[in-house]
């Protein structure tokens, strides 16, 4: 696999001093879904705006699709598509006269800019309102009308700003529904998101980034395995007496609580530990009636690399967070 | 660039054409200085009833440029205000596509940043000439309108369009440049005000030149407003040109075209500075 994207020790310093990406290196692998997940004014959305052409560096080096950012915006700006944050379709035009825009802005023929854009609006279910005035859709088709017109051009790499905030469960499914579609097809993505979920669900890899610094990278199941953190629940039939000792004798359980008949058993990887515990347990002639299990979520991930969790580190809208929505919600209503 | 600029300049005009609110609202400031300023404050009546005036037409048309009454000399002037004040204000569209992210986004697309300054500007003259045809259309139809000289031709009324043309041409070049550089609607209004008031009130959109002091009178005549003014009034109030005439006309004309020059210049300048990644 070739590496669309390539960060190397990525810093942008908006004047006079705040360092919103503070030295950051990382690559993208051609047809992966890349999540960089992190709280607001994590440094995200900047890292996207340097690889979108938006925003200068200040230190270090980013390429996509082989073109340095700073040096060859063109080449770059040809060969992704950019789904910002907010909203940017023009409320007045029908939908499908945002999107033939947008590919007029890149350069597609109009024949194969028909054709490409019945495609996307089947893929994301909006054919039947294309000629709708986008003033009358709701925010979810919005969102995916938004997400056709950075498509139209068939790039090689779409960015996502957080593709689903703010959407209601449903139509975030569809979102991601669509989004590996796409993937399946090809399409190298990169996606900020401060939803956990979001990041686990989709991302062939995650990279978790806070205070303008990558704190880990790598795919999401295993950074949830290497937090050692399953955990498995087991509650025995009444009067077997206390049995933390015997539980605690079997080989992969690092650590027993217990509450009355209930056990709380935590273990490396619950797979591999689980029939050396039901041979045990079956040995000691004892009936389990009751057991659960639970394996660690993104948010330990979170918490166990940055000492926080994802909503403790929800902070009020940092530095080049990049998002208009509020001022802007501002300005109209003069 | 050309067909970039159209698709961006053609998506305001298509948005325009569905809610023409801004025009209108420009037709109805136009309509207010016709009918209401133009008979209100109608310097002829003050002549018709001074003792030195003598209530004499002679002694108007001297001091106005030849017009048979104050609102055909008062036409141009207002085309003039009302393509500045329009022009200006239109350029919050411009803002609102900042704030919005909109400016970003077409800015990741592979299309020269100029392009975005051209498209507003495109979306801004055609908006700007609809009205001015319209003003003038309208100023036939007010009490004591507009009277075009006998033998008024096709020619005339194309130097008139002309006029038109580039005075909307040097605004939009100044105020689109202006719209993409600023950050916020506040620092817009406040530059648009800190600009409309002192080139509207130094024009000889309201009344000749001969009214101005001395000190004032360099900046009157150089005035875009006044430029485009005098020329439209040659045309309507003198008709067929003698050389003379004809030599101020495309005096005007250059003038309008080397502000239009200046001003698309700095406005391309402006518009790079503002769209570059930073």
């Known amino acids: 696999m070739s590496k669309i994207i390539d960060v190397e020790g990525l810093t942008k310093v908006f004047p006079p001093s705040t360092k919103a990406v503070d030295g950051v290196s990382f690559s993208v692998d051609e047809g992966e879904i890349f999540g960089f997940l992190g709280p607001n004014g994590a440094g995200k959305t900047t890292t996207m705006r340097v690889l979108s052409t938006l925003t200068s560096i200040t230190e270090g080096t980013a390429t996509v699709a082989g073109h340095d950012v700073g040096r060859e915006p063109g080449p770059v700006r040809e060969s992704i598509g950019v789904v910002p944050q907010e909203v940017t379709l023009d409320n007045e035009l029908k939908g499908i006269e945002n999107l033939m825009l947008s590919a007029r802005l890149q350069h597609v023929p109009k024949k194969e800019a028909l054709e490409q854009a019945g495609e996307l609006l089947r893929l994301v279910e909006l054919d039947g309102a294309a000629d709708k005035r986008v003033r009358t859709y709701s925010g979810g088709m919005k969102r995916r009308l938004q997400l056709t017109t950075a498509l139209i051009h068939r790039p090689k790499v779409l960015f996502l700003d957080e593709p689903t905030s703010g959407l209601d469960i449903q139509t975030r499914t569809k979102v991601w529904e669509y989004l590996k579609q796409l993937n399946r097809d090809g399409l190298t993505i990169f996606m900020t998101t401060h939803y956990l979920e979001e990041a686990d669900q989709l991302s062939n890899r995650v990279a978790i980034m806070d205070h303008g610094v990558i704190k880990v990278s790598g795919i999401p199941s295993e950074l949830k395995d290497r937090l050692h953190g399953d955990v498995l629940t087991l509650e025995f039939v009444d009067g077997a007496g206390d049995l933390t000792t015997l539980l605690k004798r079997i080989g992969e359980v690092a650590e027993v609580t217990r509450t009355g008949e209930v056990y709380r058993l935590k273990l490396p990887k619950v797979e591999t530990a689980m029939p050396g515990i039901l041979s045990a347990v079956t040995a000691s002639g004892l009936k389990i009636k009751q057991m659960s299990l639970t394996k660690p979520t993104m948010d330990q991930v979170f918490l166990e690399v940055t000492g926080r969790s994802m909503r403790d580190a929800e902070e009020p809208q940092g530095n080049g967070s990049g998002s208009y929505g509020a001022v802007y919600a501002e300005v109209k209503t003069r | ?278």
Not at chain 2, 71 to 79: C, M
Not at chain 2, 155 to 161: F, I, N, R, Y
């Open chain 2, 1 to 278: 660039m050309m067909s970039e600029s159209l698709a961006i300049g053609g998506r305001a005009i298509t948005k325009w054409l569905r809610n023409p609110f801004a025009v209108i609202a420009a037709l109805i400031q136009a309509t207010f200085w016709l009918v209401l300023f133009g008979n209100s404050f109608n310097p002829a009546n003050a002549f018709a009833s001074s003792p030195l005036g003598g209530g004499s037409l002679g002694f108007f048309q001297q001091a106005f440029g030849g017009a048979t009454n104050y609102i055909t000399f008062l036409t141009p002037g207002v085309i003039g205000i009302v393509s500045l004040t329009t022009m200006s204000f239109m350029g919050v569209d411009t803002v609102l596509d900042r704030l919005s992210g909109y400016l970003d986004m077409l800015s990741t697309y592979p299309i020269p940043r100029t392009s975005i300054y051209f498209g507003a500007m495109i979306q801004n003259i055609t908006k700007a000439m609809a009205t001015a045809v319209v003003t003038f259309l309208l100023a036939f139809f007010v009490p004591n309108g507009l009277r075009l000289v006998q033998g008024f031709s096709m020619v005339d009324l194309l130097g008139v369009l002309l006029t038109f043309a580039l005075l909307s041409l040097v605004f939009s070049a100044l105020f689109s440049g202006i719209a993409i550089s600023v950050k916020s609607t506040d620092s817009f209004f406040a530059l648009v005000n800190f600009l409309t008031f002192p080139i509207m009130f130094t024009s000889t959109a309201l009344f000749p030149i001969g009214f101005f002091p001395s000190w004032m009178k360099p900046y009157a005549q150089a005035n875009p407003v006044s430029l485009a003014s005098e020329a439209t009034r040659l045309l309507i109030v003198k008709g067929a040109l003698t050389a003379a005439q004809t030599w101020s006309f495309a005096g005007d004309v250059a003038g309008l075209l080397a502000y239009g020059v200046v001003f698309g210049a700095l406005g391309i300048l402006m518009a790079r500075n503002a769209l570059r990644a930073r």
